[in-house]
T-cell receptor
């Protein structure tokens, strides 16, 4: 069974631009969560989608948004990029809501904002 | 405010010896704890977990101990192998608060041959 895939793996953007990251969950998984990882803050939860609906949200500004499609694939969008948005963005999928099910992570997208 | 703390950013042990990774938490509402391992350029991989109703869980070379009164858990790896060299994250689930996972900053383990 293929694992969680994320595209692109690396991305360089400039301040003020926007970016869209993509995540394809493990086949059969219906929940997708997004995390931001930075050296000083560790893994910070962004949001979780299940059956195309946002079920849980972390403490990030509205510039961070996401969506999930009917095939469970998910995208995350960051608008008006800031230097502090440079991070590794991780996607994780699970069979059901992560409150009850184990998460499986993708390799991440490394975003650099210059 | 870091609710899950891994106070040792790095740890180095000899192959064959025991590795002990520590994690402290501040929120008494946490009722489920997990350890993840992360290699460079890969996402975290689930390793082992423990419910707050237990004080020990074992899976092969990996054992997690939970001391609820001290709000402390530890991961023991015996014997340590060079392939165990990775960053280890401790994470906790809150009984309330939609059970979001709260993560520590990680401990980088180096197992030397």
């Amino acid at each position: 069974k293929a694992g969680v895939t994320q595209t692109p793996r690396y991305l360089i953007k400039t301040r003020g631009q926007q970016v869209t990251l993509s995540c394809s969950p493990i086949s059969g998984h219906r929940s997708v969560s997004w995390y931001q990882q930075t050296p000083g803050q560790g893994l910070q939860f962004l949001f979780e989608y299940f059956s195309e609906t946002q079920r849980n949200k972390g403490n990030f500004p509205g510039r961070f948004s996401g969506r999930q499609f009917s095939n469970s694939r998910s995208e995350m969008n960051v608008s008006t990029l800031e230097l502090g948005d440079s991070a590794l963005y991780l996607c994780a999928s699970s069979t059901g809501l992560t409150s009850s099910y184990e998460q499986y992570f993708g390799p991440g997208t490394r975003l650099t904002v210059t | 405010d870091q609710q899950v703390k891994q106070n040792s950013p790095s740890l180095s042990v000899q192959e064959g010896r025991i590795s002990i990774l520590n994690c402290d938490y501040t929120n008494s509402m946490f009722d489920y704890f997990l350890w993840y391992k992360k290699y460079p350029a890969e996402g975290p991989t689930f390793l082992i977990s423990i419910s707050s109703i237990k004080d020990k869980n074992e899976d092969g070379r990996f054992t997690v101990f939970l001391n609820k009164s001290a709000k402390h858990l530890s991961l023991h790896i015996v014997p340590s192998q060079p392939g165990d060299s990775a960053v280890y994250f401790c994470a906790a689930k809150n009984a309330g608060n939609n059970r979001k996972l709260i993560w520590g900053l990680g401990t980088s383990l180096a197992v030397n041959p």
